[in-house]
């Protein structure tokens, strides 16, 4: 196995982004450099614009998530440092002319988790894995976006029991939204802007990505959102690629059947979104073995699919959905197996939801960080100033 190189290293951390600035570590010069050893492990010098910074350990999962995801990296090792005054200032000016070029670009926090859910191929279930994982989320108590960008096979309002018309207020989409328990789902679907659900799309690859792009730069996402999933079309033509470059700090979820077939088109979705620097979150297994009422397994799309994609390319097996007829039932109906089922296939959806939760891909947690409280500070001192101006008109008025 090639072993990749230091600049392959440095590549990669374009990915991961500063949650309090919103831009990369490398653009900030926050990631110093990197060194890979013969045995596969990396060394990479990371500099804090403090360092007791609160986003510290999300930094770091960040970058171990990343970095680990490369085909040959057995370890990875961070030396933390700090940045100079003249650093911080030239981050911060960094940050700052990246918000204002690139602002208007999506109107996705920066804060927000995005996952696409992607497959190789058509009929491995990746819509019914997207739904349900979100609801899962979602009843967590996360706040919980969807975008549906498989513009031609729309199936995500139906799955998740949603319809309505998409509306504009001040010239931004407001998605259609479903509360879950303490959580919440916003949906956005080109199935909200058809008269009949059984309407055919006929475009051609320039319209299918203006579609998404409307949904990244146009779609009113709350500040709140804790994660996006996308919905991807089967493949790698022109909605993947384009989103991959409108969203460079995505992460990626494979779905894959047990069939061998399956799981090497799925393989080259993989490749695909390690070209474009995002990093692979893990593969999902769906439509895995099915069990009778007896307790009899029955391999009906073959076994071992999801074991071997996960071992070619280096991720990890975030679970097996067994084939249950729950499920579809569930789809059919818009209420989620996972919401509505006590079988198997919901149990599965519900633990990789937790792990993707608690271990994988953690929401970013924002209180504490040094922009928040220099903000609150600046705010503090507006206020003292307008006091004092309020007391000299006072005075003078006395005076008068």
């Not at 146009?218 to 022109?238: E, F, H, N």
Request: overall charge negative; glycine content about 10%; hydrophobic content about 45%.
């Amino acid at each position: 196995m090639t072993l990749p190189t230091a600049t392959d290293v440095m590549e990669l951390m374009r990915g991961v982004i500063d949650p309090e600035l919103g831009s990369n570590l490398v653009e900030l010069g926050m990631a110093r450099s990197a060194q890979v050893s013969e045995d596969g492990e990396v060394l990479i010098k990371i500099a804090l614009t403090t360092s007791g910074c609160p986003l510290r350990s999300q930094i770091q999962r960040d970058v171990k998530a990343r970095l680990e995801s490369l085909p040959g990296v057995t370890k990875v090792r961070i030396l933390w440092d700090e940045l100079t005054a003249e650093e911080k200032t030239a981050a911060m000016t960094t940050a700052r002319f990246n918000v204002s070029q690139q602002a208007p670009d999506t109107a996705i926090p920066s804060t927000t988790k995005v996952l696409m859910v992607a497959s190789g191929k058509g009929g491995v279930g990746k819509s019914t894995v997207t739904t349900n994982l979100a609801a899962a989320l979602a009843a967590q108590g996360f706040k919980v976006g969807v975008m549906d960008a498989d513009i031609w096979g729309y199936s995500v309002p139906r799955m998740l029991g949603v319809d309505g018309d998409l509306r504009s207020v001040e010239g931004k989409i407001v998605p259609i939204t479903r509360h879950v328990g303490e959580g919440r789902l916003d949906v956005v679907s080109m199935g909200f802007l058809v008269d009949r659900e059984d309407s055919a799309l006929m475009w051609r690859g320039l319209m299918l990505n203006r579609a998404v792009q409307h949904f990244c730069e146009d779609v009113a996402w709350s500040d709140d959102l804790d994660y996006l999933l996308i919905d991807m079309p089967p493949g790698t033509g022109d909605v993947q690629m384009g989103l991959a470059k409108m969203l460079p700090r995505a992460e990626m979820i494979v779905v894959t059947t047990p069939a061998v077939a399956a799981q090497k088109v799925a393989a080259r979705v993989v490749d695909m979104g390690r070209k474009n620097y995002l990093r692979i979150v893990g593969v999902i297994e769906n439509m895995s073995a099915l069990t009778t009422e007896t307790g009899e397994q029955h391999a009906v799309f073959g076994s071992g699919g999801g074991e071997s994609l996960a071992a070619e390319v280096g991720a990890p097996l975030l679970g097996k959905i067994p084939l249950e007829a729950a499920v579809s039932d569930g789809s059919d109906r818009g209420e989620p197996a996972v919401l509505d089922s006590n079988g198997a296939a919901a149990a599965a959806f519900a633990s990789v939801a937790e792990a993707l939760s608690s271990e994988h891909v953690p929401p970013v947690e924002m209180a504490g960080c040094s922009a928040r409280m220099l903000d609150a500070a600046a705010a503090a001192l507006d206020a003292l100033d307008s006091l004092d101006a309020l007391d000299a008109d006072t005075a003078a008025s006395s005076k008068g």
